[in-house]
């Protein structure tokens, strides 16, 4: 368990993103993860098509959320995946505009890079229409993904909206982050995986326990 800032306590989920095989997202939901993450991303080595998505959702059971997750797409393909894909959550990773995001009637969390000169309260209000803002390490080269953590205080400068806290989490440090942040929630991706696409059952477990061992 966790708190929220107000003091109340609250459950800090677990996300497990960039899922690749169906086997993956069976382990993550029985393990007790909260959601699921699919990457409609093609330059990510855990990108999955509309076909492979659609096989890994069957094994999804009731009440795991299923996150759609993309990068300055092209609102078409947005449109085909949601036609074919049964997405609850839809997350943005580019530079997508407030309007963008809205577009698609349902519900979205927006990434933001944790560059020095980011106002996270200025994201915030850009992006009102948002159930999250999610909290990722910056880099010039990947859009999430990349292994490595952030200055987590920073975190706790978002006011009136839930926090998701991303960027290089693991076993080894996933419960420090909850205690530092709070978090509404967590996720994790390189961290505990044995392969790029690939889980390891054993670290989601881990990040899992870790998670849910922080009291308040």
Not at 53 to 78: H, K, M, N, Q, S
Not at 92 to 105: K, R
């Amino acid at each position: 368990m966790s708190a929220d800032r107000s003091g109340v306590a609250v459950r800090t989920r677990v996300k497990i993103c960039g899922i690749t095989r169906s086997s993956d997202a069976a382990a993550a939901a029985q393990l007790g993860a909260d959601a699921i993450g699919l990457v409609f991303y093609a330059p990510s080595p855990r990108a999955v098509d509309i076909g492979t998505a659609v096989d890994i959702v069957r094994v999804v059971p009731p009440f795991v959320t299923v996150v759609g997750l993309f990068v300055d797409a092209e609102v078409e393909y947005v449109a085909e995946v949601l036609r074919a894909v049964p997405l609850d959550v839809l997350q943005f990773h580019g530079s997508e505009s407030p309007q963008y995001c809205s577009a698609f009637g349902r519900r979205f969390v927006k990434a933001v890079a944790m560059r020095d000169d980011v106002d996270l309260n200025q994201q915030t209000r850009r992006y009102h229409d948002a159930s999250a803002l999610l909290l990722d390490t910056h880099s010039d080269r990947l859009a999430g993904g990349t292994g490595q953590t952030f200055d987590w205080s920073r975190a706790l400068h978002v006011r009136d909206m839930p926090v998701i806290l991303a960027g290089g989490l693991s076993p080894d440090n996933v419960v420090e982050a909850v205690r530092v942040v709070r978090p509404y929630a967590v996720d994790v991706n390189s961290g505990v995986e044995s392969a790029k696409g690939v889980k390891d059952h054993k670290r989601m477990e881990a990040v899992i326990r870790g998670v849910a061992s922080v009291k308040t």
